[in-house]
């Protein structure tokens, strides 16, 4: 059976810079609060019409040009968004139109957070049954425009970025080794947007009440779902591929918390160093931020080819996940 390999990586985020003393004079939180909490020093933000398909389109650009693939050559495109242009067309769609990838077929992933890893095993498994050759794999979001400027529970969270990979299918030991999906539906509530759907169609009292913005329940106890999740995700893919976590070169896990991470990391046994860590410079940005974080460890020389990469994510939904990489 073929493997799916990434044959190249990219990302962008917008130029805006919003820093902890901007948010500190919205809301009653300080730098102090916000980077012992959460790690996050700073996040970046699109400005006016700037969409999330304008953040996906470069990073796209950028990973099709590191993969040395011509747009032509591209069968499929994956969105992971949650924060998609509009409703419908899919933002995928709109993507593969500013591209002008023709002969692609195009379509969004709504997994939250665990979006990147979700796409990848979609992608995965198209390329492994011969369906598709090459396919587009993007993260890509713009949660500061639904995140609520008044709480400040979650609006120090957030950020704005995209990420993407190029994947090929390939032969021999190189590619994508496994991919394990997870979700919990029952605890969705803990984390979502409640309106602006068919439950709460669109209103001026559906906007009044908050709905339309992110909504986080309890904090805490995501905190605690999340550690367990991401730590579980990776445990079964180390025991799926008979591996030990000494064997893994780079954990690339979701950005969401600076001390989730260390969490996960202390948990499985992984020195720092081989942990990718960059949320003190995005904030959290959901389907993008592995991606981001991959392509700035490429772009730092910090993965070599036949290196062990262990991805883990965990996000709204609930939905969680990991994927073992051989590069
Ligand atoms: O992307 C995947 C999904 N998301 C996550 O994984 C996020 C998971 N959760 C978290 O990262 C953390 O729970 C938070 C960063 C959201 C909160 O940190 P925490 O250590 O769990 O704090 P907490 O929720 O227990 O709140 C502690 C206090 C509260 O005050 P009281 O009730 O003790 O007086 C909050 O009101 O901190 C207060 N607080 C703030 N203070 C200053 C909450 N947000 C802020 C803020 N600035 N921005």
């Not at 809301?27 to 700037?50: L, N």
């Not at 910090?302 to 709204?316: E, P, Q, Y």
Request: glycine letters at 10%.
């Amino acid at each position: 059976m073929p493997s799916a390999r990434i044959i190249g990586t990219g990302s962008y985020a917008p130029a805006k810079v919003l820093t902890n003393a901007d948010l500190a004079t919205l809301v009653d939180t300080s730098d102090e609060w916000i980077r012992t909490r959460t790690g996050i020093s700073e996040r970046r933000m699109t400005t006016g019409a700037e969409a999330t398909s304008d953040l996906a389109y470069q990073a796209a650009l950028r990973a099709l040009a590191a993969a040395n693939v011509d747009v032509a050559d591209v069968d499929m495109i994956l969105v992971a968004t949650v924060t998609p242009d509009m409703f419908f067309p899919a933002t995928a769609c709109v993507l593969q139109d500013r591209l002008e990838a023709r002969r692609a077929s195009a379509m969004d992933i709504s997994a939250a957070c665990s979006g990147f890893i979700y796409g990848l095993a979609v992608a995965d498994g198209l390329l492994r049954l011969g369906t598709f050759r090459t396919i587009l794999l993007v993260g890509a979001e713009t949660l500061t425009k639904i995140v609520n400027w008044k709480d400040r529970n979650t609006c120090v969270l957030f950020g704005d970025g995209a990420g993407a990979v190029v994947l090929r299918a390939g032969e021999g030991p190189r590619g994508i080794l496994s991919t394990h999906l997870f979700a919990d539906g029952a605890k969705g509530p803990q984390l979502m947007i409640p309106g602006g759907g068919s439950r709460h169609p669109i209103s001026h009292q559906m906007v009044e009440e908050g709905l339309a913005a992110i909504q986080m329940s309890n904090g805490n106890e995501v905190f605690k779902v999340a550690v367990r999740a991401m730590e579980d995700a990776a445990l079964t893919a180390l025991k799926y591929n008979s591996l030990d976590i000494s064997d893994i070169d780079l954990l690339v896990p979701h950005q969401a918390n600076l001390r989730i991470i260390n969490a996960v990391g202390q948990r499985l046994g992984l020195p720092e160093e081989k942990v990718c860590v960059n949320i003190q410079r995005y904030g959290n940005t959901s389907a993008a931020s592995i991606p981001l974080a991959l392509d700035e460890a490429v772009l730092a020389g910090r993965v070599k080819a036949g290196d062990l990469l262990l991805l883990c994510a965990f996000g709204g939904g609930l939905t969680w996940g990991s994927a073992v990489i051989r590069w």
